[in-house]
């Protein structure tokens, strides 16, 4: 099975938003609609979103996910604590405000649309809960070619 970065992040959305994962207010289907023509056996029964929600039971979880990591004394799961460090995580690894803050003090025109009230710099550096950890200054730049016959 292919696994992708969507599956991923859609994974995470999830486990955070446990309690209201699905919104009947914008679909007329509800957990328990069968994904036709997607069969969960030989037996013609359908995959539903409840049945196809959790990705642990497929064989294989994401970093963050592991359920079994966060364990109260008493052996339960600690659903509190596991939320919190799953946040903890994403702040660490893709909070960027003070590196995005730098890059954007390196540019000319670092693409600021009319009528978005942005922070200056010095009040972004100052937000950023990093602001002692040593300066970023490096800038990706990315060129991608695709040719493709029709």
Do not use: C
């Not at 699905?22 to 969960?40: A, E, M, Q």
């Not at 710099?121 to 040719?147: E, G, H």
């Amino acid at each position: 099975m292919v696994r992708s970065n969507m599956d991923r992040m859609i994974a995470i959305w999830q486990a955070l938003h446990d309690e209201s994962w699905f919104d009947p207010g914008r679909t007329v289907d509800t957990p328990s609609t069968h994904l036709r023509p997607f069969h969960k056996d030989e037996g013609g029964t359908y995959w539903d979103s409840n049945a196809a929600r959790e990705v642990t039971p497929h064989g294989y979880t994401y970093p963050m996910l592991e359920k079994w990591l966060h364990r109260k004394p008493d052996g339960t799961y600690d659903k509190v604590g596991h939320l919190k460090a799953i946040n903890e995580t994403l702040t660490a690894v893709y909070n960027s405000s003070r590196s995005a803050a730098e890059k954007a003090d390196l540019t000319a025109d670092p693409g600021q649309t009319e009528g978005l009230k942005l922070m200056s710099l010095s009040a972004m550096l100052k937000a950023a809960p990093d602001r002692d950890a040593p300066l970023d200054r490096t800038v990706d730049d990315y060129i991608v070619n695709i040719i493709y016959e029709r």
